[in-house]
């Protein structure tokens, strides 16, 4: 599906490449506000018996991407990208801050520890968390702070580092689509980002963020706007489809429609099909761990869950998640921080929690 808007240029685009699906949203800030200005996605066909996905097939998704903007009539190039959370490795550092000088070495050191990959065959980045919103990051990777104005951190003597790091070996596949695809990439972020700036925005609460992707399933949870805690799951949609096709003896297509018309179709609100619960329930049962871990390990209660993917269209799910984890649970809406025509707004509600990705990246330029 394709749609024009404005005919704006001087805008930025967001370009999320999934395994089977490219969604891109072109966001212009326009008299102060951030403007969808155009929008466009390719979904591929399931193939059980390939393993080939999009993130890895770099002529393939630089056609696709070439395809979306000619049929959409995007001209502008400049594009952000998101490289997939299962590829990225995040871990929270509680590092000694006596010498900040030394801060970079220190993070360095620690990293050897934590990543799973050599250092020389990874892309590593790291920012100091806030702690009682005074400590900044230069780019030179010392702490400045509001109230001590000699440099030295000044809470606790220490400070929690967010240090992630990619594959050199993903990141240039990524860089090489762009390239085919004749686009400007601007910056790759991971996923998390993207979502928590689309759906959470300025919320400091702590909020849980479950992405029910057509392969996979990530799970973070977000305190203060920062990601504390993340699990990538290989269990999607297309395996929920697939259960659902073997147990009613369809094929994957037809499953597909029975999908959405059993769950739209079910008497009362949140209650499920039984063949679509045994299907998601490890899922479930895996959200539902790491939620408790978290609130174990951090003393902190998550007040709510935001579903994005192509899976949060799945009628009632909202309302059975809310009912097996006893929390509030809401479908993300990456239009809310955006303006644009009112008559577009039942397609883009009907496909928004597939974009999540593509307008956080696009927000990433224009906010």
Do not use: H
Request: aromatic letters at 6%; hydrophobic letters at 40%.
């Amino acid at each position: 599906m394709f749609k024009g808007i404005f005919s704006q240029t001087q805008s930025c685009l967001g370009v999320d490449i999934g395994k089977t699906s490219i969604k891109i949203a072109e966001i212009k800030r326009i008299k102060g506000q951030p403007t969808l200005v155009n929008y466009g996605y390719s979904e591929e066909a399931v193939d059980f018996s390939s393993n080939k996905n999009l993130q890895i097939d770099i002529g393939k998704s630089a056609r696709l991407i070439k395809e979306i903007c000619a049929r959409a009539g995007i001209k502008n190039n400049n594009a952000v990208a998101a490289l997939p959370s299962f590829s990225v490795f995040s871990s929270l550092l509680n590092l000694p801050a006596t010498n900040t000088k030394n801060l970079a070495d220190a993070v360095m050191w620690e990293a050897k520890k934590v990543m799973p990959l050599d250092l020389e065959e990874m892309i590593l980045d790291w920012k100091a968390l806030e702690e009682n919103g005074t400590e900044t990051v230069e780019k030179d990777g010392t702490i400045k702070t509001g109230d001590d104005k000699t440099g030295n951190p000044a809470v606790n003597g220490n400070v929690k580092i967010l240090l992630t790091g990619a594959p050199k070996t993903l990141v240039k596949k990524y860089v090489a689509i762009f390239k085919e695809a004749k686009m400007n990439l601007l910056s790759l972020e991971t996923e998390i980002f993207s979502l928590t700036r689309s759906l959470i925005g300025a919320d400091k609460s702590v909020v849980a963020l479950i992405d029910l992707g057509a392969v996979n399933t990530d799970i973070a949870i977000i305190a203060n706007g920062l990601p504390m805690f993340g699990r990538s799951l290989d269990s999607g949609g297309i395996m929920l489809t697939k259960a659902v096709s073997d147990g009613l003896k369809v094929d994957f297509k037809r499953a597909e429609q029975f999908k959405l018309d059993l769950g739209s179709s079910s008497s009362g609100a949140g209650v499920l099909p039984e063949a679509i619960i045994n299907a998601i329930s490890p899922i479930v049962n895996e959200i539902k761990y790491s939620l408790n871990l978290f609130q174990q390990e951090n003393n902190k209660q998550i007040e709510k869950l935001i579903l994005s993917g192509g899976g949060a269209n799945l009628p009632g799910i909202d309302n059975y998640l809310s009912g097996a984890l006893n929390k509030k649970v809401i479908i993300g809406d990456p239009w809310a921080r955006l303006s644009y025509p009112l008559d577009l707004k039942p397609a883009l509600d009907e496909m928004g929690a597939k974009m999540a990705i593509a307008v956080g990246l696009a927000l990433r330029e224009t906010t």
